[in-house]
């Protein structure tokens, strides 16, 4: 991972992306979200959504574990250059969070995160804050999910 200074405002990163099988939303549902459009697909069908629907932390989820495991492997990556390697701090939080389109079965949704912002911490010294946005499109090319979250990035150290 990099470092606070070497992060650009408008730096775009591909994170991955991840198909929603009919297997895998009920399997989530039945766990984290148990309505009926999640977990039938006849169900799904008659609801609003029109088919299986994934649940929208679903969505979220799949989203997380592939921005963590691209971090990861952007991680092992610079070590092997035998660059340092930053290591990120927990988020305070996030915003704007936007389920704009059903993700049915059979969708695969590709996110991609942008840099929208960042700023020196004021309670922290040696750390940033750095605010992106994450959006997930369907393979139809339609926006389905989207989320403004933020993360404590540590400064690279001076001298």
């Not at 069908?45 to 299986?52: A, C, P, Q, R, T």
């Amino acid at each position: 991972m990099r470092f606070f200074d070497d992060i650009a405002i408008g730096q775009r990163r591909e994170i991955g992306a991840y198909n929603f099988t009919a297997e895998s939303i009920k399997t989530f549902a039945a766990k984290f979200d148990p309505q009926r459009f999640h977990l039938d697909e006849e169900e799904g069908k008659n609801s609003l959504f029109g088919g299986l629907a994934a649940s929208g932390w679903h969505v979220g989820s799949a989203c997380m574990s592939l921005l963590v495991a691209d971090g990861q492997r952007l991680a092992r990556e610079a070590a092997a250059r035998g660059e340092e390697v930053a290591i990120w701090g927990p988020s305070p939080g996030f915003r704007d969070l936007r389920w704009i389109k059903p993700v049915l079965a059979g969708d695969t949704v590709s996110y991609v995160n942008v840099v929208i912002d960042k700023r020196t911490s004021a309670s922290r010294p040696g750390w940033g804050i750095l605010t992106a946005r994450t959006t997930g499109t369907n393979q139809r090319g339609e926006e389905v999910y989207s989320i403004t979250a933020s993360a404590f990035v540590p400064m690279r150290a001076k001298g």
